[in-house]
């Protein structure tokens, strides 16, 4: 199975010409390395500001980079009259083929409760576009061992989606969702689980999702939370981790294409 690699640009970089610098950048070290990093899916997803402007660069100049939304419309997968909102039909007719749902910054700065995650997911599915769903336990939660407790409660959205939907959608879910595991401290802080934790923790995920549904045994689970090229490679090298959601270090095409090399395996 090929790695996935995710640059979560998140709100960054700052300007549209440093949008351009790091798009030209990546074409150009995903070109050069292209033998390289064969075996990994890599997909970035810039703000809602700079989608069209790197959808535009990606369409002429690289196909192997797939563009992913930080976020979609809960209140609507189409149109209407929800000021500030962007929905997946329009997402979709842009040109981009995924969603990230469910980032623990969205969930704590945005109050996103399972309600509105569950109908950003059918939006999603509506519209084609995948989704990126992401869980993670807080800090107070690791150290009191509640970790698999709070990911259980976080994943019950999968199985209220798949009561949802319809029989007509289960090419969708083979293909279209991918689970981020994402430590809430582990995200921008430099303290990172060891990969003993995260294979246990992604065999737990993929556990839980098989008792939801048989085929989402296959189902990519990544990992996500201060990856950098340094520890990409141990990372890496568990069975249970199919790839990295990236923060900071896919602000720079250098690091992030490091991170994909050690994936494409
Ligand atoms: O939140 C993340 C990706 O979605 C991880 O961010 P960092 O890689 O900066 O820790």
Known sequence: ????????????PASVSAVQALVDDLVEGVDAQSTAL???????????????????????????IKLVCQDVSALSA????????VSAQQLQDLGVQWAIIGHSER??????????????????????LGVIFCIGESEADFEAGNTTQVLAEQL????????????????YIANKLIIAYEPVWAIGTGKVPSVEEVTEVHKFIRERLQSFEATLAKTP??????????????????????????????????SFLDIAKAFSK
């Open 1 to 12: 199975m090929k790695s996935w690699i995710v640059g979560n640009w998140k709100l960054n």
């Open 38 to 64: 064969q075996n990994c899916h890599i997909m970035v997803a810039p703000s809602l500001l700079h989608l069209s402007q790197v959808e535009d660069i990606l369409r002429t100049k690289s196909a192997a």
């Open 78 to 85: 189409e149109t209407g009259a929800y000021t500030g909102d």
């Open 107 to 128: 969930r704590q700065y945005f109050n996103e409760d399972n309600d509105t995650l569950l109908n950003k997911m059918k939006h999603c599915a509506a519209q084609g």
């Open 156 to 171: 019950t959205i999968i199985a209220d989606f798949l009561q949802h939907s319809e029989a007509a959608d289960a090419d």
């Open 221 to 254: 689970v990544l990992y996500g939370g201060s990856v950098k090229p340094e520890n990409a490679q141990d990372f890496a090298a568990s069975e249970q981790i199919n790839g990295v959601l990236v923060g900071g270090a896919a602000l720079k095409a250098d």
